[in-house]
């Protein structure tokens, strides 16, 4: 019997790989929000929200669908030897298919790394100008950030490439434990607190309206990372709860709740004057991108 046949009468199922797969895909799709934020401001400005969030979600699902159903095809199939060698394994499918793989391999790694690079500089940018309150940031400084940002990227592939998929999947894993509950709040505060209503030159004042420091926001952030705990089911760790399930992964789950939840509750937002007496978004076309969330 052929692999693929043996693959097509398989019907054996276990719940906590399905749900780590779930999860991982999840944690493919959040990495995402950050680039909204950071590309939406470079769109025309008549372009809707729901254009913007949509075509970016349906771009990334569909394009992360065919590579992860590609990938676990060539688990299924392959077994040993995709596992060893997964770009090495689909370049031997056939003659001329090396090449394919080669050229979509680049392509995806020039066009994440400057994404990535970007969004790290706009991150490390923000913290920065936000400690010195300079409001410039120079050519230099900008060339300083991203060789800084990339030599650090390329430092850890480096080390994680004797284990890269183990690695990966352990970054993927780390990211949505910490950035599920940013998400939370994010989208919260922007579509149930203030009601996609932002007075956005206060954003740029410290002691604005909005003040310097939202405590309630990180008070809510570190309870949905610490709540996460015993329902983490990675390499490094096991929580009790996530071995008790099977291995199953839904500890970004509880952290998108309880973070959102208890944000919304406790957003001293809520209290403010009505949110008609700040401008809308649509009214401050130039600053849509800052107030665009991500998701």
Request: aromatic share 14%; glycine share 10%.
């Amino acid at each position: 019997m052929t692999n693929s046949a043996a693959l097509i009468q398989q019907t054996d199922f276990a719940i906590g790989p399905f749900v780590l797969g779930i999860s991982l895909a999840a944690s493919w799709q959040l990495t995402f929000g950050p680039y909204i934020a950071d590309y939406s401001r470079y769109l025309p400005k008549n372009t809707s929200q729901r254009a913007t969030m949509g075509w970016t979600f349906a771009g990334s699902v569909i394009g992360g669908s065919l590579a992860m159903i590609l990938g676990a095809l060539g688990a299924a199939i392959g077994g040993h030897s995709f596992n060893t060698n997964q770009v090495g394994y689909l370049a031997n499918l056939g003659a001329g298919f090396a090449w394919l793989v080669l050229l979509a391999v680049i392509c995806g790694k020039l066009t994440g790394n400057t994404l990535s690079t970007y969004g790290g500089f706009m991150s490390l940018a923000t913290i920065v100008t936000a400690v010195t309150r300079r409001e410039i940031i120079t050519g230099k400084a900008r060339t300083g950030y991203i060789v800084l940002i990339s030599a650090a990227a390329l430092s850890i592939a480096l080390a994680a490439s004797d284990n890269f998929l183990g690695a990966f999947t352990n970054f993927l894993l780390f990211l949505l434990y910490f950035m599920t509950p940013w998400s939370a709040i994010n989208l919260v505060d922007f579509y149930f607190v203030r009601k996609e209503k932002y007075n956005v030159a206060a954003l740029f004042e410290p002691d604005g309206e909005y003040g310097r420091i939202s405590w309630t926001a990180i008070a809510a952030y570190a309870a949905g990372i610490l709540i996460q705990i015993p329902f983490m089911n990675s390499p490094l760790y096991v929580g009790p709860v996530a071995e008790w399930l099977g291995g199953a992964e839904i500890a970004w789950l509880i952290g998108l709740a309880v973070s959102g939840g208890l944000y919304y509750l406790f957003a001293p937002a809520r209290k403010a004057p009505p949110y008609s007496t700040r401008p809308a978004v649509d009214e401050q076309p130039e600053a849509a991108a800052v107030t665009r969330p991500s998701i």
